[in-house]
């Protein structure tokens, strides 16, 4: 967990979401950071945040996404693809995220949730009530199952193979 991964301003945003549950996930790379963490999560009511503060190995990660309805990616600052976005759509969650690189791109491209404006809690809150809604909710779940089937390792191999193809013909 760093500072760019942007938990204090999802924290933040929980201040305004008093029915919301959250758990964070993962090992802090940065002491400071994790002080910060700790003291926003203070502030909240108690048992609103469930704090895994460790690596999380493989097999739990089903089990994480089982209890979860929603993945938060609050990024503060971003220039790929996030991983956890791939997970997210593995096991149906749509996403709420922070219009950064191409996180933004990604989730309004394929409808899978909505953008939030970077480092700005009252905006992530929107957006996080936003797909609190049932239909937007519904919405986001089919396009998470669409895209999740398009993007298979198989349609991949298969993509890649026909353009082996079409090279070859062409020589």
């Given amino acids: 967990i760093l500072p760019t991964k942007g938990l204090h301003v999802l924290l933040q945003a929980m201040r305004d979401l008093p029915d919301f549950r959250l758990t964070l996930a993962g090992d802090f790379k940065e002491a400071g950071y994790k002080k910060r963490i700790l003291a926003e999560i203070d502030v909240l009511p108690k048992?609103?945040?469930?704090?895994?503060d460790r690596f999380v190995d493989?097999?739990?990660?089903?089990?994480?996404?089982?209890?979860?309805?929603?993945?938060?990616?609050?990024?503060?600052?971003?220039?790929a693809q996030s991983g956890v976005l791939r997970l997210a759509m593995k096991y149906g969650i749509p996403v709420v995220g922070s219009d950064v690189g191409g996180l933004g791109e990604s989730i309004r491209a394929w409808g899978i949730g909505c953008c939030a404006e970077p480092d700005d809690p009252a905006s992530l809150a929107a957006g996080i009530r936003q797909m609190?809604?049932?239909?937007r909710y519904r919405s986001a779940g089919d396009a998470v199952a669409a895209i999740r089937d398009r993007l298979r390792w198989a349609n991949a191999a298969e993509q890649t193979w026909r353009a082996y193809l079409s090279i070859l013909d062409a020589g």
């Fill in 47 to 52: 048992g609103q945040v469930r704090l895994m």
């Fill in 132 to 135: 609190a809604e049932p239909d």
């Fill in 58 to 79: 493989d097999e739990e990660i089903p089990g994480i996404f089982a209890r979860s309805g929603l993945l938060v990616l609050p990024y503060t600052f971003f220039h």
